[in-house]
């Protein structure tokens, strides 16, 4: 009898993140509350950058960010929130990482909700994310299901079935 598997990842597609960030560079610009404000997003590896006039600006900024990465299908899990610094010329600035893949410490929790739900799966952290195996299609989908009703603070995709 074969073995059936899938993958858990946690990974935010780069297409879709640049498109959310153009999106909201060009409602920026449209905007009369920024009218003449020096509001710049930059994007650069994992690390996104927001630097505007003042805090009320910069939640605003966040506000339109978080709402149009939702509409491109990017879960608002994925995004860690620096702290606010102050930058040149009396503005403010805020780094936001993205994060990718499962970390090792985010994995045991994982691991450990489908081992304490007693079904006959194997669960193998590989890579920045997690194989489930097992000789069962109904208990992979069993597994699924513990995976997708537990609380985690990183966004959660189910590829690689097998």
Known sequence: M?????DVV?????????????????????????KNSKTSLEH????????????????????????????????????????????????????????????KDKSKPLIDAVKSAKLKVSTQYQDEQLRVSGKNKDDLQKAQHVLRALETDIPLQFVNYR
């Open 2 to 6: 074969p073995d059936f598997s899938f």
């Open 10 to 34: 946690s990974r935010i597609d780069a297409q879709e993140l640049d498109n959310a960030l153009n999106q909201t560079r060009k409602e920026i610009e449209g905007r009369f509350d920024f």
């Open 44 to 103: 650069a590896g994992n690390t996104i950058t927001l630097t505007t006039d003042d805090e009320l600006k910069l939640r605003n900024v966040i506000d339109i960010l978080q709402s149009r990465a939702n509409k491109r299908g990017i879960s608002l899990k994925a995004f860690e929130y620096g702290k606010v610094e102050p930058a040149a010329g009396n503005a403010v600035r805020q780094a936001i990482t993205v994060k990718n893949g499962i970390a």
